[in-house]
């Protein structure tokens, strides 16, 4: 089990080399529509935040389950 965690990680770690380099691709087109007088940069940095917030609350969600389902069973026990 503790092996297939590590291999995962790993390889997580290795796709995500590559994702990287789309960051300042992206950088540009915003900024060169916001020197236009346009308002998408302001609507990418809500959805980035928004997309950067969903895997911490659902890691809180399942601890906060976690924890109600352990203290439930060591209640009936």
């Known amino acids: 089990m503790v092996r297939q ?8 770690l290795l ?7 789309q960051c300042a ?3 540009a087109v915003v900024e060169a ?3 236009a007088g346009g308002t998408k940069g302001a609507g990418l940095n809500d959805g980035i935040l ?4 969903m895997p911490y609350f659902a890691f809180f969600l399942f601890c ?3 924890y ?3 203290k439930k069973t060591k209640a009936l026990n």
């Open 5 to 12: 965690i590590v291999f995962l990680i790993i390889l997580f």
């Open 15 to 21: 796709l995500s080399l590559d994702l990287s380099s």
């Open 25 to 27: 691709m992206c950088k």
């Open 33 to 35: 529509n916001l020197e």
């Open 50 to 53: 928004f997309l950067m917030s």
């Open 64 to 66: 906060f389950f976690y």
């Open 68 to 70: 109600f389902q352990k």
